[in-house]
């Protein structure tokens, strides 16, 4: 179960072994890939494509290193990317970030197998591009609802912003909450969650929102992709009904645009990242009278969260 739709982003590419070091306005042809980039990391590449059809193989090639941290499996990337098919009727562009100006999520170990694979050891700053066949992406059925068909390659370029590893957590200074009124929570190991304690009295009416780490980074604005870390208890009876660290990975969602929870819109926007926050929602900001059956969430519960804001893009 998760907290809003998860982003619907077409499969993008990364890293490989023995990485190829270019400066930043990038031009290559390469033999495996089979087509040629051009243009700086963070602005819309340039894709060129031969006449003939693709190879069979998967292709992943490095065109310019990033810094920091391999991605891992568990991890959350935050890239910029084109995305295009190809068979030997042509190629058509699927997909681009870069027309709208916010990028896309991809968590990895739920992508297709090509992606995953491309994915690992992927830097922010970098830009990568991969050539993933039908038998590493969407097979022989492909994908309708992606405009993918039967047989077709993938190719995308991505220019990687950001990694947040499965462990990732909230930065910033601690501060105490002595409010008898709220749920109290503890403190916990990067990677886990922090136990919440629900008060054994009548839950707040209205919504309730209290930093317990003020991080220092900017401020998040409405529209915003956020990177987050989060846990969700019943106020009723303080069991989990939903835990990005169960998943195993970040949680990635649009703030601010009715993709998440009206209490989520609501508490986060104008928050910084690196914040660790204490949200406690009524109904009517959470799922309403219908309230959530597969989640087990009835129209009257009051849900607790802790949210880590890992970072906005």
């Known amino acids: 179960m998760s907290l809003s739709r998860r982003l619907s982003v077409l499969p993008a590419a990364a890293v490989l072994a023995v990485p190829l070091l270019l400066a930043g306005g990038c031009s290559l042809w390469s ?34 290193e990033g810094k920091g941290a391999a991605a891992a499996k568990g991890d959350l990337v935050v890239a910029d990317y084109v995305g295009y098919r190809w068979s030997k009727d042509g190629s058509k562009l699927l997909a681009s970030s870069y027309n709208s100006g916010k990028p896309g999520a991809f968590p990895t170990g739920r992508l297709v197998p090509g992606l995953d694979r491309a994915l690992q050891g992927a830097k922010a700053g970098g830009r990568v591009v991969a050539k993933i066949p039908p038998k590493d992406g969407y097979g022989d059925k492909g994908a309708t609802q992606h405009q993918v068909g039967a047989g077709d390659t993938l190719v995308y370029v991505l ?24 749920p109290k929570v503890g403190a916990a190991e990067p990677g886990t969650a922090p136990a919440i304690t629900v008060p054994r009295t009548a839950a707040p009416r209205r919504l309730e929102v209290r930093a317990l780490v003020q991080g220092g980074g900017a401020e998040i604005r409405k529209g915003q992709l956020l990177a987050l870390q989060y846990v969700g208890v019943f106020w009723r009876d303080g069991k989990a009904f939903d835990s990005s660290y169960k998943s195993g990975r970040p949680y990635a969602a649009t703030i601010g645009t009715g993709q998440v929870m009206k209490g989520w819109d609501q508490a986060l926007v104008g928050q910084r990242v690196g914040s660790r926050l204490l949200l406690v929602v009524p109904p009517a900001l959470g799922y309403g009278e219908k309230g959530l059956a597969q989640a087990g969430i009835k129209g009257t519960d009051t849900l607790v969260f802790v949210v880590d804001v890992l970072g906005a893009h």
Request: charged letters at 30%; hydrophobic letters at 35%; zero cysteines.
């Open 31 to 64: 033999d495996d890939v089979g087509v040629a980039v051009k243009g700086d990391v963070g602005s819309r590449p340039d894709v060129s494509f031969p006449k003939e059809a693709p190879g069979e193989g998967l292709a992943v090639e490095t065109l310019h």
């Open 159 to 182: 220019d990687v912003r950001a990694v947040y590893p499965k462990n990732a957590a909230a930065q910033g200074r601690s501060q105490p909450l002595n409010d008898p009124r709220l």
